[in-house]
C-alpha cells in the first residue's frame, strides 16, 4: 500500500443496504449501471440467506432447525464455510455460534431499532456453543447445528458480499472495481493509478476530517472493527456487539479500532474482529500472522504491524471511500 492521491477520480454511487451503506467505485463511468445491477443482486442474495432480521432468510430457518439435519443452498454453504474458516483462522476467536449471546445481549433486532437505553438488567452471559460442534457436508451441503444452538454470520457475511460482488464486476465490466460495505472494502481488477485512496476514520457514516490518516490500496481488501459504533446501554451498562465466544459478554474494551489489510475482506474483517476479542494479546497475535494492521487505542494511540505504512494526511479526493466499523453482526 501507498498513499499517492490516484489521477483518476472514480465513477461511484452510494446507497442504503444490510442496514449500513454500499458504496460502489469503477474506474470507468461507462460501467457504472451494469456495476451497480451486479452489487444490488448480490446484496439481495446475502440478505436473503444470511440475515438474522428476517424472518424468512435461510438463517432463520437453519437456526429454527438446531438439533436436526437439513440442507442449505450453494450460496448458504459458501457463507458457512467462510465463517469457519474465519473461525479456523482466528482460532475461534470469531465464532459463528454465537448468535444467542449476541441475542441474550440485546441485539436481536436490526440496530436501527434497537433501543438505546434498555432497564432491564444484562442477563447471564451464553458463551457460545463451539463452531467445531456444527457438523456440515459441504458435498451434500447437509448441516447440524447443536441443539439450541443459533449461528450469527454478521462477522463473515457482509465481508462475503464485498468479495463476491467485487470479482463479479469486475470480470462483467472488465473495469478496475472497489466495493464498501459497511467501511469493509474489497477491489477486483485493474487499480486507477496511484491506487484507490482509503480514508481511515472510527464511523463510516461519519468520515474524519480532511487530513485525517489515509492509505491507498492496489488490491486486495480492507477491514475495520471497532467498539465505539455499534454500542447501547442495558441495566446502566454500555454493550457494543462485538462479543467473546469464550465468555459469551462484549469483549474487553482494549483497542477502539483495528483496521487489517488481507487478500481478502472475509480474512481481512476476520483477523479485524478477532483482534478486538484478542485485546492486550492483539499484537502478538497479529504479528503471528504477518497481515498489516493498524490498531488504535481507547486513548488514540496508534500500533502498526506487519509493513502497515506511516499515516498520511494529504486532502483525499472528493468521494473516497472510508473503512471504518459498521454493518449487521
Known amino acids: 500500500m501507498t498513499a499517492r492521491t490516484p489521477a483518476l477520480a472514480p465513477a461511484q454511487v452510494v446507497f442504503p443496504a444490510l442496514g449500513t451503506t454500499a458504496a460502489l467505485l469503477v474506474t470507468d463511468s461507462a460501467a457504472l449501471p451494469a456495476a451497480e445491477a451486479?452489487?444490488?443482486?448480490?446484496?439481495?442474495?446475502?440478505?436473503?440467506?444470511?440475515?438474522?432480521?428476517?424472518?424468512?432468510?435461510?438463517?432463520?430457518?437453519?437456526?429454527?432447525?438446531?438439533?436436526?439435519?437439513?440442507?442449505?443452498?450453494?450460496?448458504?454453504?459458501?457463507?458457512?464455510?467462510?465463517?469457519?474458516?474465519?473461525?479456523?483462522?482466528t482460532g475461534g476467536a470469531v465464532d459463528p455460534t454465537v448468535g444467542s449471546a449476541v441475542i441474550a445481549l440485546g441485539y436481536d433486532r436490526t440496530f436501527a431499532s434497537l433501543s438505546p437505553e434498555d432497564a432491564r438488567p444484562v442477563p447471564v452471559a451464553r458463551p457460545a456453543h463451539g463452531w467445531r460442534r456444527i457438523a456440515f457436508d459441504p458435498r451434500t451441503r447437509r448441516l447440524r447445528l447443536p441443539p439450541g444452538a443459533r449461528l450469527d454470520l454478521g462477522a463473515t457475511a457482509k465481508a462475503l458480499a464485498a468479495d463476491r460482488a467485487a470479482r463479479q464486476v469486475a470480470a462483467v465490466t472488465g473495469r478496475g472495481v472497489l466495493v464498501s460495505l459497511g467501511g469493509d472494502l474489497a477491489t477486483a481488477g485493474p487499480a486507477p493509478e496511484g491506487g484507490w485512496r482509503i480514508a481511515l476514520a472510527d464511523d463510516h457514516a461519519r468520515p474524519g476530517p480532511e487530513g485525517g490518516p489515509a492509505v491507498a490500496v492496489t488490491g486486495g481488501a480492507l477491514a475495520t472493527s471497532g467498539i465505539r459504533v455499534r454500542t447501547w446501554?442495558?441495566?446502566?451498562?454500555?454493550?457494543?456487539?462485538?462479543?467473546?465466544?469464550?465468555?459469551?459478554?462484549?469483549?474487553?474494551?482494549?483497542?477502539?479500532?483495528?483496521?487489517?489489510?488481507?487478500?481478502?475482506?472475509?480474512?481481512?474483517?476476520a483477523v479485524s474482529t478477532a483482534s478486538i476479542v484478542f485485546g492486550d494479546q492483539a499484537v502478538d497475535r497479529l504479528q503471528a500472522v504477518?497481515?498489516?494492521?493498524?490498531?488504535?487505542?481507547?486513548?488514540?494511540?496508534?500500533?502498526?504491524?506487519?509493513?502497515?505504512?506511516?499515516?498520511?494526511?494529504?486532502?483525499?479526493?472528493?468521494?473516497?471511500?472510508?473503512?471504518?466499523?459498521?454493518?449487521?453482526r
Not at 43 to 48: F, G, I, Q
Not at 52 to 67: C, I, K, Y
Not at 302 to 326: C, E, K, N, Y
Open 38 to 89: 451486479v452489487l444490488r443482486a448480490e446484496l439481495e442474495a446475502v440478505d436473503r440467506a444470511c440475515s438474522r432480521f428476517r424472518p424468512d432468510s435461510e438463517l432463520t430457518r437453519v437456526n429454527v432447525s438446531a438439533g436436526a439435519t437439513t440442507t442449505v443452498s450453494a450460496y448458504f454453504a459458501e457463507a458457512l464455510q467462510a465463517a469457519l474458516r474465519a473461525a479456523r483462522l
Open 233 to 269: 446501554r442495558r441495566g446502566g451498562q454500555v454493550l457494543h456487539h462485538i462479543v467473546d465466544p469464550v465468555t459469551g459478554e462484549p469483549a474487553a474494551p482494549v483497542w477502539r479500532t483495528v483496521t487489517v489489510a488481507a487478500a481478502t475482506c472475509v480474512d481481512a474483517n
Open 290 to 328: 504477518a497481515l498489516p494492521a493498524r490498531l488504535t487505542g481507547l486513548d488514540g494511540t496508534v500500533v502498526r504491524l506487519g509493513g502497515w505504512p506511516p499515516d498520511a494526511h494529504a486532502p483525499a479526493p472528493a468521494g473516497s471511500p472510508t473503512t471504518a466499523p459498521g454493518g449487521p
